[in-house]
């Protein structure tokens, strides 16, 4: 099913025509109540009929608003441009808002690619493009839409990890937002199609870890965080404790072997990595 146009003409115009139709029918009356001509009244409820049929005619189209014809059981067509028409007499009318629309999913509980449960919700906007599709193809298009984007998600979410812990990924859930949302928004599009729906943006609203798992991958965090901070102290000690030795053979402070330069690079690095405080032991010599 396909929208197309339906025959329509400018509602005024048409009522000019109804307006004139019903003064005729009304000299008609008139002369049959003045000379009871039977041909008379014969041709007042003739233009009666008429001018009833004629006024199921008329339509009011807001803006932003589809209305979907049908007589007996054929789609006639669209309208969907503003304002008062007359279309086709005795069609059925179905309206259908071309605004756009947006709905939160309910919080899914949905395994990771790496088969944690996590909680996933997103954010779908939406406007219907075709409103034949919308009306015809689907039962409900807004439940439709629901229905479909909740499997989208899920979909989506058991694509990538809930995070990228050890790199062995690209995109994972919680640091690649922009590229989940684009991905979600491609596979929703191509769900919806059918129901003449255009996904204007999908993105995920709610992620975290299942209520079981959550303190243990906090954990799991947080010593990513530690390992990270650590690496970055220990490349500057070990920047650091170079720069001292080099400094010192430069300028001739200290004739320094191999034995005395581990020692030294020993404990500078224990001073410089350790995260406790560090008593100094001033080293005065033997008193033999």
Do not use: C
Not at 236 to 245: D, E, P
């Amino acid at each position: 099913m396909r929208e197309k146009e339906i025959f329509k003409m400018n509602g005024f115009l048409g009522a000019g025509v109804v307006l004139l139709l019903g003064l005729a029918a009304v000299y008609l009356f008139r002369q049959f109540v003045l000379y009871e001509n039977p041909a008379t009244i014969i041709g007042f409820v003739v233009l009666a009929l008429i001018i009833v049929v004629l006024l199921s005619g008329f339509t009011i189209i807001q803006p932003n608003q589809a209305k979907v014809f049908t007589l007996f059981g054929s789609y006639l067509g669209v309208i969907k441009k503003e304002g008062f028409w007359f279309s086709v007499p005795l069609s059925l009318r179905k309206n259908v808002s071309l605004r756009v629309l947006n709905f939160n999913s309910d919080k899914l509980k949905v395994n990771d690619l790496e088969g944690n449960p996590i909680e996933i919700a997103a954010v779908v906007v939406y406007k219907v493009v075709d409103s034949a599709k919308a009306v015809f193809d689907v039962e409900d298009y807004r439940g439709f839409v629901h229905t479909q984007s909740e499997t989208g998600v899920r979909h989506i979410a058991s694509q990538y990890p809930y995070d990228n812990f050890n790199n062995d990924y690209e995109i994972s859930l919680r640091q690649h937002s922009d590229e989940v949302g684009d991905e979600l928004t491609k596979d929703l599009q191509k769900r919806l199609h059918v129901a003449g729906v255009e996904i204007i943006e999908a993105r995920i609203m709610h992620l975290a870890y299942s209520s079981e798992i959550a303190s243990s991958m906090l954990q799991r965090q947080q010593a990513k965080a530690v390992l990270a901070a650590r690496k970055v102290i220990v490349d500057g000690a070990v920047l650091m404790v170079k720069s001292a030795i080099e400094q010192l053979s430069i300028e001739g402070v200290v004739d320094l072997d191999d034995e005395k330069k581990a020692q030294m690079v020993n404990n500078l690095m224990v001073a410089l990595v350790s995260d406790k405080g560090n008593q100094p032991i001033v080293n005065t010599g033997s008193i033999y």
